[in-house]
């Protein structure tokens, strides 16, 4: 037994995934991955307020420290993509080092920019690796996946591309205790915030892991549905969230 956890459950009626209670079925079609991401992090759904200074609190984040660009310029081409945001972790850590008391919303704000910067990392190694170029990382796209789009083919996506990453990325936010997710925790208790996502991405490498796919995979022949218009909801309209029971109790977690 790894320990409880309110973040996430896996399988506990079947086939299903919970994010703190919300079934990922009616968050998938309902929501944006800066709300899951919000509500994972922060506890909660946000408002629309919330979700308003949320993104634009992420949009400030997606800058990268020059030595971190000049680490992400000396990793080879032919690295793995996982292996390059480990590294870029690693760095930024270090430029930009947490305050000691190691407070739980200092905690937050290093896990907000983590998702705002990854994709800049990811994406200007990319660029750099292949061609030399050393991209500007910041945008003014609403969205981390539009974000990630953006900076990869050099222009605004549709918003069908934009929905499709939207979406995977709210799949694959949380699938509760996988191997990176408990090699993260074993040693999130001991060290600063930015060293947990440094060894956990090479957990679920290698051909027996059970994780989110980390090999480049291979172009679908099917086609993706367009996105279907947002309906204006309420606060109160979000999905039912499941009624708690001694398992969901959080731990460290």
């Known amino acids: 037994m790894a320990g409880n956890t309110a973040v996430c459950t896996v399988g506990r009626t079947g086939n299903d995934l919970h994010y703190r209670g919300y ?25 629309e307020s919330d979700l308003k200074d949320y993104r634009k609190k992420l949009k400030s984040l997606r800058g990268l420290p020059v030595q971190v660009k000049t680490v992400l310029e000396h990793i080879p081409a032919a690295a793995h993509p996982m292996d390059v945001l480990r590294t870029g972790c690693s760095i930024l850590g270090t430029v930009l080092p947490e ?18 910067s990854f994709g ?28 990630f789009l953006h900076l990869l083919h050099g222009k605004k996506p549709s918003s069908l591309h934009e929905k499709a990453l939207d979406q995977s990325l709210i ?12 090699a993260a925790r074993v ?12 060894p956990a991405p090479s957990a679920p490498s290698g051909d027996r892991s059970t994780a989110a796919p980390t090999k480049r995979p291979t172009r679908s022949r099917g086609a993706i549905a367009p996105p279907t218009k947002r309906k204006q909801i309420s606060r109160t309209a979000w999905p039912t969230k499941r009624s708690s029971s001694a398992s969901d109790t959080p731990s460290t977690r």
């Open 171 to 182: 799949l694959y936010a949380e699938h509760e205790f996988t191997a990176s997710t408990f």
């Open 187 to 198: 040693i999130t208790g001991r060290f600063p915030m930015f060293t947990p996502p440094s």
């Open 23 to 47: 079934d990922i079925v009616e968050l998938a079609r309902q929501s944006t991955f800066e709300e899951v991401a919000f509500l994972l992090i922060h506890g909660d759904l946000p408002s």
């Open 99 to 116: 305050k000691e008391d190691r407070n739980i919303q200092g905690t937050r704000d290093v896990i907000d920019r983590l998702v705002a």
């Open 120 to 147: 800049s990392m990811l994406i200007y190694w990319w660029h750099y690796s292949q061609s030399g170029n050393r991209i500007d990382v910041e945008t003014d796209d609403e969205t981390v996946a539009g974000h």
